[in-house]
Nanobody, 121 residues
Framework: QVRLVESGGGLVQAGGSLTLSCAAS????????MGWFRQAPGKEREFVTA????????YYADSVKGRFTISRDNAKNTVYLQMNSLKPADTAVYYC??????????????WGQGTQVTVSS
């Protein structure tokens, strides 16, 4: 019902910035809360940030608060993740996800394929 495609991943030096995009299909994008998660090799998928349907409420993991910003443009069916002051610990595959409600756990109904972010020291 919802198809998500991430883009914008790549290699960046520590302290740099990167912006990820997640394009969603369908006319019901505004009906879904959106989240970003990340997963490093050998580690569990962890919550990064989420945004409500209208974009009026946002939530962040403590590890990224003050450095990352989530936003959405419902007219473009796109959610963004702006990442500043990147650290090597941010290296992971980043996934966007959609659900009818905001969740802080990796239990969203729909997931993208992921995009790799690598931060070098």
């Amino acid at each position: 019902q919802v198809r998500l495609v991430e883009s914008g991943g790549g290699l960046v030096q520590a302290g740099g910035s990167l912006t990820l995009s997640c394009a969603a299909s369908g006319r019901t994008f505004s009906s879904y809360a959106m989240g970003w998660f990340r997963q490093a090799p050998g580690k569990e998928r962890e919550f990064v940030t989420a945004i409500s349907r209208s974009g009026g409420s946002t939530y962040y993991a403590d590890s990224v608060k003050g450095r990352f910003t989530i936003s959405r443009d419902n007219a473009k069916n796109t959610v963004y993740l702006q990442m500043n002051s990147l650290k090597p610990a941010d290296t992971a595959v980043y996934y966007c996800a959609a659900d009818k409600q905001v969740l802080r756990t990796a239990t969203y109904d729909y997931w993208g394929q992921g995009t790799q972010v690598t931060v070098s020291s």
